[in-house]
């Protein structure tokens, strides 16, 4: 039954990918090739339309693969919703069961001192983790080194459309602490599309 | 304080998973919008945890934290309405697009869109690393973890070798008992 088969790959896939939804693009490679669901340029197409949709891209993923692959064997749009579907829940399942335990462990054990300890070192840690990830997202978005590699030009080294939107939106954000960062989103998508952005 | 309704458990995150580009980090700022200063339902201190915890339990981060701030507000089924509500809109935009839109990501509109956003994300970012900062690193121990911490992933980029998260946040607990035992101990001298 090919449903379960969904369920339980990506159940496998949500258990063992930590750390974000990049994580889960070595797994899906290995699904790829080992069941033969999609191919690898239909992977990075899953990709790019996972980076450019809202929502966490793990779970982007998990929807887009279940329903290429039952759409893929049932040749059949319904079909490949309800793979679609039952691919994200299996791929939110794990993680779902493992933070309910640990909630009622910390719950349980919050005073305990060594719970404390770990706690007080993981912060540190974590913050270390969201850093190098925003410092990966500007090395992207803000640098371009291709570009300044072939030229040997400086100034093809910076995005400056890029840069300055950014550094216009933190401006504004630092002044108009009330309004929503939703708002920025829109903000910035609407830039993006009149200024050309790509 | 007030038994929280499923509904708006659900509309909120909703809300949040339909605006959350750019992975979980980006997302901080939003959630910490909607559920600290618009719904009082958690402080930024809670989230700093929750996103601690969410670097070394498996899943997607969003999820993760949206589990625990629904399980913390309603209990189990709180914890499943949050997440459902987070990847509700997110997964039916991935299923329209499997079915109607396949060259979706060329689209010329979505690429500019999507360069405009990835400013924006970049600014959401720092604002994370901001507000988390005064609760993760609250004195010199924590500070050189950090360093050290964040030393070793940007060393990977120009060193060949690579890391993996769980080792980093492995070590980082142990460091932090160790640190807690050291201090407690001085203490007690």
């Not at chain 2, 959401?124 to 973890?145: E, G």
Request: hydrophobic fraction near 55%; proline fraction near 3%.
């Amino acid at each position: 039954m090919i449903y379960l088969r969904l369920f339980y790959e990506f159940f496998k896939v949500g258990l063992f990918s930590v750390g974000g939804g990049m994580a889960t693009i070595p797994f899906l490679q290995d699904i790829s090739l080992r069941l033969g669901w999609f191919t690898t340029s239909e992977l990075s197409d899953m990709i790019a339309v996972s980076e450019s949709t809202p929502g966490p891209i793990g779970v982007n993923m998990a929807t887009f693969a279940g329903y290429k692959t039952a759409f893929g064997i049932f040749n059949n749009q319904f079909a490949g919703v309800l793979g679609g579907l039952v691919a994200t829940v299996g791929l939110i399942a794990p993680a779902i069961i493992v933070i309910m335990l640990v909630s009622k462990a910390l719950q349980k054990f919050s005073d305990n001192k060594y719970v404390k300890g770990a706690m007080y070192g993981l912060r540190a840690v974590s913050m270390a983790l969201i850093s190098y990830a925003g410092l990966g997202v500007m090395k992207i978005t803000l640098i371009n080194l291709d570009a300044f590699s072939k030229s040997g030009n400086i100034f093809d080294l910076f995005v400056f459309k890029t840069i300055i939107l950014a550094v216009l939106i933190f401006v504004l954000q630092k002044i108009f602490k009330k309004i929503h960062p939703i708002v920025y989103i829109i903000f910035s998508a609407v830039v993006g599309i009149v200024f050309n952005f790509a | 304080m007030k038994k929280v309704s499923i509904l708006d458990l659900f509309l909120t995150f909703m809300k949040i998973g339909a605006f959350s580009f750019g992975g979980g980090y980006a997302m901080l700022p939003i959630l910490s919008k909607e559920l600290v200063e618009k719904k009082g339902w958690t402080d930024d201190k809670e989230l700093t945890d929750y996103y601690a915890i969410g670097q070394c339990t498996p899943g997607v981060i969003a999820v993760n934290v949206s589990t625990f701030i629904g399980n913390k507000l309603r209990g189990f089924f709180g914890g499943i309405i949050a997440t459902l509500g987070m990847v509700f809109i997110p997964t039916v935009l991935l299923l329209v697009i499997a079915i109607f839109l396949t060259r979706f990501a060329d689209n010329p509109y979505v690429k500019d869109a999507l360069s405009g956003i990835s400013a924006c994300v970049c600014v959401l970012i720092v604002n994370a690393v901001i507000k988390m900062w005064k609760n993760s690193v609250v004195d010199f121990a924590t500070f050189c973890l950090f360093l050290v911490s964040l030393g070793l992933c940007l060393a990977t980029w120009f060193l060949p070798f690579s890391l993996s998260p769980v080792i980093l946040v492995l070590g980082g607990a142990i460091a932090g008992i160790i640190i807690k035992k050291a201090k407690s101990g001085d203490k007690k001298k």
